[in-house]
């Protein structure tokens, strides 16, 4: 991403820099609380350097269910090592699963105007609105764009 390379150079780790990186969490998690925060476990996150565009994609997967007919709700913060918080957690741009079915949801989301070579670490949050929300399966994909 706008690093040039010549011919027989040669290639340090000083000089590779990784714009995409995943997180997986197949532990069985919970949450009763009904503000955003992390479920049982402690936080589950993924960081990832921005590029020299900005702009990073984040994509990320729950497996979710409720104790009860209500829902169980994720969303995400994302904060930049130099910008501070970036994106904060809500209902709007939120996965949510009402009942007690397990149900698989995910979303993507652009974020840009991010500064180049920070870090940018994003963390999947939890709610429900009632009950126990249980997460079976998580993952977080970041992706820095060209």
């Not at 009860?68 to 501070?84: D, E, R, V």
């Not at 949801?105 to 670490?121: M, N, Q």
């Not at 999947?124 to 820095?144: C, E, K, N, P, W």
């Amino acid at each position: 991403m706008g690093t040039q390379y010549r011919a027989g150079q040669k290639l340090t780790a000083s000089l590779l820099t990784t714009y995409s990186t995943q997180s997986e969490d197949t532990t069985s998690r919970t949450t009763t609380g009904t503000s955003y925060g992390n479920a049982s476990g402690g936080a589950f996150t993924a960081a990832v350097v921005v590029p020299s565009s900005g702009q990073v994609m984040v994509e990320m997967r729950s497996t979710q269910r409720n104790s009860g007919a209500t829902n169980t709700i994720t969303s995400w913060t994302g904060s930049g090592s130099s910008s501070g918080t970036v994106y904060s957690a809500n209902d709007t741009a939120a996965l949510i699963v009402g009942g007690t079915a397990n149900a698989p949801v995910d979303l993507s989301y652009r974020l840009t105007g991010l500064i180049a070579g920070e870090t940018l670490t994003v963390t999947m949050q939890h709610r429900v609105s009632a009950g126990t929300g249980t997460f079976d399966y998580r993952h977080i994909i970041l992706t820095g764009m060209p």
